[in-house]
T-cell receptor
Framework: DQQVKQNSPSLSVQEGRISILNCDYT??????FLWYKKYPAEGPTFLIS?????DKNEDGRFTVFLNKSAKHLSLHIVPSQPGDSAVYFC????????FGAGTRLTVKP | DTAVSQTPKYLVTQMGNDKSIKCEQN?????MYWYKQDSKKFLKIMFS???????INETVPNRFSPKSPDKAHLNLHINSLELGDSAVYFC?????????FGPGTRLTVL
């Protein structure tokens, strides 16, 4: 029973353009959402988060949007850089943390 | 100066063996976890320990047993390894709602 879903396994964008990574969830009781970034042979690292009482949180080039009515979360990266190439995991918290399967982002120079 | 470390990074072993993965965090966090990343790439929680008490156990077979000698360590012991145990195992600690992951241990059972 996957409560957090990332339906796009991969995404490729050109350097300088916007990257949009999407995440859907099923449990309306989740109170906190996070994005993690993972490079090969490393553990996931925290990127940005948003509380369920907000609809937007921005940190530099990264912005997370939350649409509670649609149970949808998205991460915008602008402008995208080659160093952003990694796997991005969406996570939602209700007590413990539930993760999606990840989206592999490739930013081409 | 690694915050969450795990050893070994790679582990290749035969079916039926018993193995352990060690985890240490130097962040002073109260809660530590073990996650399993399966073949479908989902990160699924296995255990968490808070002040040496197990507070989550997500239908994990009892062949898996977490052992926490102190607040900074949470080791994972696996008995009678099976082929389906092959996966990447991540240790993590948490504070303030955020998880800090170790680099992972890739376990391959032959």
């Amino acid at each position: 029973d996957q409560q957090v879903k990332q339906n796009s396994p991969s995404l490729s964008v050109q350097e300088g353009r916007i990257s949009i990574l999407n995440c859907d969830y099923t449990n309306s009781m989740f109170d906190y959402f996070l994005w993690y970034k993972k490079y090969p042979a490393e553990g996931p690292t925290f990127l940005i988060s948003i509380s369920s009482i907000k609809d937007k949180n921005e940190d530099g080039r990264f912005t997370v949007f939350l649409n509670k009515s649609a149970k949808h979360l998205s991460l915008h990266i602008v402008p995208s850089q080659p160093g952003d190439s990694a796997v991005y995991f969406c996570a939602a918290r209700l007590g413990d943390m539930r993760f999606g399967a990840g989206t592999r982002l490739t930013v081409k120079p | 100066d690694t915050a969450v470390s795990q050893t070994p990074k790679y582990l290749v072993t035969q079916m039926g063996n018993d193995k352990s993965i060690k985890c240490e965090q130097n962040l002073g966090h109260d809660t530590m976890y073990w996650y399993k990343q399966d073949s479908k790439k989902f990160l699924k929680i296995m255990f968490s320990y808070n002040n040496k008490e197990l507070i989550i156990n997500e239908t994990v077979p009892n062949r898996f047993s977490p052992k926490s000698p102190d607040k900074a360590h949470l080791n994972l012991h696996i008995n009678s390894l099976e082929l389906g145990d092959s996966a990447v195992y991540f240790c993590a600690s948490s504070q303030g709602g955020r998880l800090f992951f170790g680099p992972g241990t890739r376990l391959t059972v032959l």
